[in-house]
């Protein structure tokens, strides 16, 4: 008898537990996805913040064999505009030599929205140098 009632105390435990456990599960899922999603982005920036930094570089006045900072700026812009994607910062280095570039992007978390994050905005820097090499024929 004394076995039967404490059962008893233990009716829906289990179902207490599953849910537990489900709820568990799929907030790890959402973080698995989402959090997939935020290192490709950073992956993304980063490629672009180099791809832009080296295109910068190409602006290059022959005469001064230095950075043009305008033409720089347009060139590693131009990078990021076709990538769809910010340029937060593009910095040519005084002597000319130079150029920084930051990229920025936003992306959208579906899942951990469900949690109150809704997006995640993730930034890249990069750098390239002028290098001196054979000068134009």
Known sequence: MLDRDRSGDEAGFATVWMLGLATVALLLVALTADGARV????????????AAARAGVLGVDPA?????????DDEARA?????????????????GRQIAVTVQTTIDLPLLALLGVPTRTVSSTATA????GVGPP
């Not at 140098?129 to 001196?132: E, I, K, P």
């Open 79 to 95: 990078v990021v505009a076709a990538r769809q994607m910010t340029p937060t910062a593009v910095v040519v280095s005084a002597d």
């Open 129 to 132: 140098t002028v290098l001196q």
């Open 64 to 72: 001064s064999r230095t950075l043009n900072p305008a033409l720089a």
């Open 39 to 50: 290192l490709a982005a950073v992956s993304e920036t980063g490629d672009t913040a180099r």
